[in-house]
């Protein structure tokens, strides 16, 4: 029986991949670092750290650098982001999150974003939320299960009480660990292991997903 629902924010609730793009890439080009929008596509649900370490492509740094860059790209981002507002949302979330609650349903945030709190301040969705899970809540980032079993315990749920909506490899791949039911957000190619996947969230089904 499901009795929460755990969204992903970054591509599921909002688009902010833009923003982490355009932030990284800046950092890139004063570090004379290569980055193109396709090695944008495998930072999806990846933490700030790990995010760094593929952007380095094995290049060797000192913990000091490293620290600067992730502080350096995280002011680029934070800029970009206070221009959000309610209507960032993207179509269909904010009515599906409400439709749910009226329904009884938990609702959560599960995102590997150290902003996830600032960003949901922005679309003005803190009240639709009961829990808001993110990059500072748990040490093991996704693919690891721990965010999202961390979010379900906040909830007071068990992980099969829980259906998880991602839109990263990553994150189906946590939700699974977790053993939650997926529901991925994007092409097959990315999300195809998730238990239900829809192009967008817009086409989510409620009535398939909760049966
Ligand atoms: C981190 C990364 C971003 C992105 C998000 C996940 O966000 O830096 O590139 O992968 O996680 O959606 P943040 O820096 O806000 O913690
Ligand atoms: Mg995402």
Known sequence: MIKGWIFDLDGVITDTAEFHFKAWKQLADEEGLSFTREDNEQLRGVSRADSLRLLLKGKTVTDQ??????????????????????????????ELVKELRSRGIKTAIG?????????IELLQMEDIFDTIADGHSVANAKPAPDLFLHAASQLGLSPDECVVVEDAEAGVEAALAGGMCAVGIGPAERVGKAHYVYAETADIDLKEVMG
């Open 111 to 119: 995102s590997s974003s150290r902003n996830a709190g600032r960003v």
């Open 65 to 94: 650098h490293f620290e600067e860059m992730m502080t350096r790209k995280n002011g680029y981002y934070q800029e970009l982001v206070e221009k959000m507002g309610p209507e960032d949302a993207l179509p269909g979330a904010r």
